[in-house]
T-cell receptor
């Protein structure tokens, strides 16, 4: 089962780019990497998912190196409303590994 | 308007009582999940269900029970056997089981047991 490791917390300022890295050394061949965002007292919501190289959508980019042992969520020009906990989840089809871990608490300051 | 509903938002119970948390989805998803979240912690999987009339224990199933009699509904009962039931409970669903499928979460139920 793929175990993930993320920094516990990060601070940033409005307008900066934020990069959050997740380590997953024992990722399996069929595993995908998925990131979720959670605001206080709400359920997490899906941000982005990828398998390799780079994925970009309207809110974030996901960079995955060739060995896939880590991944980096990139949030461009963060605002105060991006203050949240970000979770990295690694897994694939029909697996039992739904472990979100403690996540990374991002605080964006004015 | 598709989504997941959980009720109630806040629930208070006395120690020794069983309590049932509701979770309903109209997304036509096969898989449903229950998670527990404690302050400052990540999500821990309690139970999941891949299909109607089938469910499996997650990492912390002791003291909890579930049923899946309908595709849309996956209620969670917190029994008196659960040693520390006070927590934030989140229900989720996905098209099929597996973390590759996007999970849609409900708003959560905050349970306080005194």
């Amino acid at each position: 089962l793929a175990k993930t490791t993320q920094p516990i917390s990060m601070d940033s300022y409005e307008g900066q780019e934020v990069n959050i890295t997740c380590s997953h050394n024992n990722i399996a061949t069929n595993d995908y990497i998925t990131w979720y965002q959670q605001f206080p007292s709400q359920g997490p919501r899906f941000i982005i998912q990828g398998y390799k190289t780079k994925v970009t959508n309207e809110v974030a980019s996901l960079f995955i190196p060739a060995d896939r042992k880590s991944s980096t969520l990139s949030l461009p020009r963060v605002s105060l409303s991006d203050t949240a906990v970000y979770y990295c989840l690694v897994g694939g089809y029909n697996n039992n590994d739904m472990r979100f871990g403690a996540g990374t608490r991002l605080t964006v300051k004015p | 308007d598709g989504g997941i509903t959980q009720s109630p938002k806040y629930l208070f119970r006395k120690e020794g009582q069983n309590v049932t948390l509701s979770c309903e989805q109209n997304l036509n998803h096969d898989a449903m999940y229950w998670y527990r979240q404690d302050p400052g912690q990540g999500l821990r999987l309690i139970y999941y269900s891949q299909i109607v009339n089938d469910f499996q224990k997650g990492d912390i199933a002791e003291g909890y029970s579930v049923s899946r009699e309908k595709k849309e509904s996956f209620p969670l009962t917190v029994t008196s056997a659960q040693k520390n039931p006070t927590a934030f409970y989140l229900c989720a669903s996905s098209r099929e089981r597996g973390s590759i499928y996007e999970q849609y979460f409900g708003p959560g139920t905050r349970l306080t047991v005194t």
